[in-house]
């Protein structure tokens, strides 16, 4: 589903131009190729990854996650987002071109776990399936669902941050490719989905990653030119709302 997760980015990119106009919204070289970058190694990822059909039970889920390796992956996220919220919190970054990119970042490591909703969905799913409710006398079904809300609802903290300081483009493409690697990083470590996978796959697979985090880079380069100004928003505090659409009212009619 990489593919699909890029979609928004295009789609940003192509109208920020007339939806945005307001921010002063200009696709420059380096959003254009930041887009590319992330957009081919979305489809790289994608084409890569080995399909699977397993079925999940609760015992397996609770095997995985509670693996050495997902541990520490799980730990290392945490540790960033406290240590990019401290870091947010500082002065010193408020008007650094490492702002935006850590907003933007630390929004898609927390909604980029999706490992969290595909175990609720699957001990859902074998419940409709089997009719047996077993696995909803333990825990796990509960903190996956908990997790799978609390991660999108944190991010959202940082998002909202971010879109309030800098311009879309260059805030939904930092997001974007920040939450397709996560989401292909714990998709590795945590669930194991490319497990015994031929060697090109494997090379293919972080090769297509390794274009994702170069389109980060790529849009960062342009981090002052998608800063939003204070004028920005005087201008659009300033307009009369009442009157404009008064205006508009009587211009239709």
Known sequence: IAPLAC????????????????????????H??????????AIGTSLAAVASDREWSVYDLEHQ???PASIIFVACEVVVAVTALVMLRCKSFFHSIL???LLGVTAGILMGNVFFAKGTLAILSATIETGEAEAWKRPTPYLLGLFAVAGPVCGQ???KKGLAEFKGVYMVTIFQGSHITI???SGWIVMGEMVG??????????????????????????????TLRVSTYAAVANIDWQKAATTGAASVA
Request: proline share 0%; net charge neutral; hydrophobic share 60%.
């Open 99 to 101: 702002r935006g990119l």
């Open 157 to 159: 903290f940082f998002m």
């Open 7 to 30: 979609l928004d980015v295009i789609l940003n990119a192509l109208t920020a131009h007339w939806t945005l106009r307001w921010e002063g919204e200009v696709l420059t070289k380096a």
């Open 183 to 185: 989401a292909c990083l």
């Open 65 to 67: 996650l509670l693996r």
């Open 32 to 41: 254009g190729f930041g887009v590319v970058f992330i957009t081919l190694g």
């Open 197 to 226: 996978a031929v060697w090109w796959r494997i090379a293919i697979y972080w090769f297509a990653v390794a274009l994702i985090i170069c389109g980060l880079l790529t849009i960062n380069t342009a981090a002052d030119d998608s």
